[in-house]
């Protein structure tokens, strides 16, 4: 296994019933990087998540976290790691402050050490002005920055976050978006599981695409849109003879009546930019501007699983709703 990965899983199977939920998934997670897993309603992504978190038993396979077998070292792997569920798991009862002194107390921290801590987190979670006063009155963006601090107490190196922004608003998921850059800055691994794919093309180093409890897909974002047909170059020209003598050089059929920009397939990569521009240079032709087009993640997830995002899908039933 590579020395440098915070999570490594080989072959892992888990069943519920007669039903295979993973299906020997395999991944490897570098550390101080956030790895992305997107996949359909069901496809097991809450289920690796507890998994690895060592709430639920495997059937099969290999799992090491920060270097522990979550086999043989489950208490190892627990004091090294972090989960932030679906929903907040905050004490409605006690205050922001207290919260934290409550996780604290269960890490076994010193007295000092933990009330340093707490207002580390509040502070740098934005939460210092409302730390006395009880969950309650945080609003979903709040309540979910506190529910990560209070994993975060005990310093962990690898942190879980299953679906961490569902439910809150753009300007919260922004708020929680830099809480999960400021982490990685510091060297934390992250494996986020998100329906949001703007969420994993903003934040994740690498993505993964999982269905029927397997990795359809990984790669960076742009590696994954580069595997989904439908990307061009639009080059726009400064008049007419330019752009006669570049759909010539390319092979391309002319423009409409009119028009001063030319339609180009490709692939979006690099080297076919750089092959398309040489061509056109080769022939003479200065181009006044270009565009790249390239298909987006929910291509990418479409063209995958057969299925349009699960958050696609909510949005489509809200429209069309009475």
């Known amino acids: 296994m590579h020395p440098t990965a915070a999570i490594e899983v080989t072959g892992l199977r888990k069943s519920f019933g007669t039903k295979a939920v993973l299906d020997g998934l395999d991944l490897s997670v570098p550390e101080g990087t956030v790895f992305a897993l997107l996949g359909p309603n069901g496809a ?6 507890d998994i690895l978190s060592t709430l ?6 290999e799992v090491r976290i920060a270097g522990h077998d979550l086999h ?3 208490e190892a792997v627990r004091a090294a790691i972090a989960l932030t569920g679906q929903f907040s798991a905050v004490d409605n009862l006690l205050t922001g402050r207290e919260n934290l002194r409550l996780m604290s107390d269960l890490n076994h921290l010193g007295r000092q050490q933990g009330r340093r801590r707490a207002a580390a987190l509040l502070e740098r979670f934005d939460l210092a002005e409302a730390a006395d006063e009880v969950p309650a009155t945080y609003s979903g963006g709040m309540r979910r920055r506190l529910d990560l601090a209070m994993g975060l107490m005990a310093d962990p190196r690898v942190v879980f976050l299953d679906e961490p922004t569902t439910g809150l608003d753009p300007r919260s998921c922004r708020a929680m978006w830099d809480v999960v850059r400021g982490l990685v800055a510091d060297g934390v691994t992250i494996l ?5 794919l703007e969420e994993a093309d903003q934040l994740a180093d690498r993505i993964g695409v999982l269905d029927a409890g397997r990795l359809v897909a990984e790669g960076t974002a742009g590696e994954l849109k580069r595997m989904v047909p439908g990307s061009s170059v639009r080059l726009e ?6 752009l006669a003598r570049a759909a010539t050089a390319l092979g391309v059929p002319p423009a409409e009546e009119g028009a001063l920009a030319l339609e180009v397939p ?3 990569s690099v080297a076919t930019l750089k ?10 032709v200065d181009v006044a501007g270009l565009t790249v087009d390239t298909p987006d993640l929910d291509d990418v997830f479409l063209a995958l699983t057969g299925r349009p995002t699960p958050a696609e899908v909510t949005a489509r039933a809200r429209w069309h709703s009475p």
């Open 237 to 242: 020209f400064a008049g007419p003879e330019p």
């Open 275 to 284: 092959s398309l521009l040489a061509r056109l240079d080769d022939a003479g």
């Open 56 to 61: 639920t038993p495997a059937d099969g396979g």
């Open 44 to 49: 097991g992504k809450t289920t690796t998540v």
């Open 266 to 268: 490709g692939d979006g």
């Open 192 to 196: 986020l599981t998100t329906q949001y």
């Open 72 to 74: 043989r070292e489950p």
